[in-house]
């Protein structure tokens, strides 16, 4: 539903690289720099809903900023912050003898460091693959007419994917990525569910 905002804003990195790439070939000497930093939006989902929940809008526009360390040209390390967006819907409850409508959210952020293996193909595309940890932070909020509640619940989890990337210059690539994230929040308190994660970002080496 909010594939026009992941559109826009990947359309909008894109444009940006068109000012990035000329002082990227204007330093070429940077690209030897093991470090890089980068940015990606895209579609994030809520893997498991809980059956009493209707009305469910599983999926959000979602981001993460990430930088990392290039070993070698195979391995590397890489550290993320994701913002994985909203997810809503609708259930009852009960106050006191009454039932009553509610309205439900979850928000859903983390943090992660993975390992990254990346193979080379030609004319510099490369295809890589991660694995991890994530420390997620999952927030639930439930209110109706006379009814509210708040939870919040801290979880680590595995956090893996793959994706492909592509080198404009040695300083610059876009890459896109498909990621999940194991064991978000609790069975007890706020509902444990997974992630998953497809985005399209840049990634600039300095």
């Known amino acids: 539903m909010k594939l026009k905002k992941i559109a826009c804003a990947v359309a909008l990195l894109g444009a940006g690289s068109t000012f990035i790439v000329p002082a990227a070939i204007a330093a070429p000497a940077t690209g030897q720099s093991a470090y890089y930093v980068g940015a990606s939006v895209g579609q994030s989902e ?32 890489e ?11 609708n259930e009852t409850a009960f106050n006191g003898s009454t039932v009553v409508p509610v309205s439900a959210s979850s928000k859903v952020t983390a943090w ?21 940890l994530v420390r997620s932070e999952l927030k639930t909020n439930s209110s109706g007419v006379g009814f509210s509640a708040h939870q919040k619940e801290s979880s680590t989890g595995a956090n893996f994917g793959f994706g492909a990337k592509y080198d404009f210059t ?21 509902g444990e569910t997974d992630m998953d994660f497809l985005s399209a970002g840049i990634t600039f080496k300095f």
């Open 46 to 77: 809520f893997k498991d809903i809980p059956p009493s929940l209707t009305n469910v809008d599983d999926k959000d526009t979602g981001y993460k900023v990430y930088g990392g360390y290039q070993i070698n040209p195979n391995w590397g390390v």
């Open 79 to 89: 550290a993320t912050y994701f913002d994985l967006g909203k997810f809503t819907g």
């Open 112 to 132: 992660g460091l993975a390992g990254v293996f990346t193979a080379p193909i030609s004319n510099g595309f490369s295809v890589f693959g991660k694995l991890g």
């Open 170 to 190: 040695p300083n610059l690539a876009v890459r896109a990525e498909w990621e999940r994230l194991k064991k978000v929040g609790d069975d007890a308190t706020t």
